[in-house]
């Protein structure tokens, strides 16, 4: 069985990149987008892609972003993984082989249409909203479907049995105030995550 993808996002030290990593984290996201707590200056962006280890992957996270943005982000820390809402893909031209994990929302999906893999969220990232759960199950059938919105340790585990994603993310969820990581709740939501994609899924146990 694949392990379970664990993304930690919206990181803005290299003290939480070292938990996130020391934890057996599988990515790690880098937020750029104004309006967000989270979000990181080139400059930074560039320092902190380099207290990433090996194995682990850098994600760049990005709402409605501009091609100018895009390319800079690009060229300045050559991402792993480009993360965006399905709708601004059409708009924006990446070079090949760039690796897109594409952002769909609660509502209506076609699953005829949906990519490799997904970030399945609630309406509004980064708020600590729940996704609906029920659909995500549904559509982790049919894609790699990585599970966001509203996760935090006490209700990650129940989300891994409930849904069986490929993966799962977080950000607000481990925060000790907005936009402001929390490395003891970085450490819980990582080993509650692991410990439940070893035990049997809902279904499974009734």
Do not use: Y
């Not at 994600?59 to 060229?75: G, W």
């Amino acid at each position: 069985m694949t392990p379970l993808w664990v993304k930690i996002c919206g990181l803005r030290t290299a003290a939480a990149i070292e938990v996130a990593a020391a934890e057996g984290a599988s990515a790690v996201g880098f937020v750029f987008h104004d309006a967000s707590p989270r979000n990181l200056a080139l400059t930074a962006a560039r320092e902190l892609q380099r207290a990433v280890p090996a194995g682990v992957e850098r994600v760049a996270v990005f709402l409605h972003p501009t091609q100018a943005l895009v390319d800079a982000v690009l060229a300045a820390i050559e991402p792993d993984w480009l993360q965006t809402d399905a709708g601004d893909l059409p708009g924006l031209r990446l070079p090949e082989g760039q690796r897109v994990l594409a952002v769909l929302r609660d509502g209506a999906v076609d699953a005829a249409t949906l990519p490799g893999r997904i970030l399945f969220e609630s309406a509004r990232s980064g708020a600590g909203e729940r996704a609906d759960w029920a659909a995500a199950r549904a559509l982790a059938h049919a894609t790699q479907l990585v599970l966001a919105g509203g996760l935090h340790p006490a209700n990650v585990a129940e989300a891994v049995r409930a849904v069986r994603p490929f993966g799962v993310d977080v950000s607000s969820g481990v925060e000790r105030e907005r936009g402001v990581k929390d490395s003891a709740l970085i450490r819980e939501f990582i080993r509650a995550a692991r410990e439940a994609e070893r035990a049997p899924s809902v279904e499974e146990s009734r």
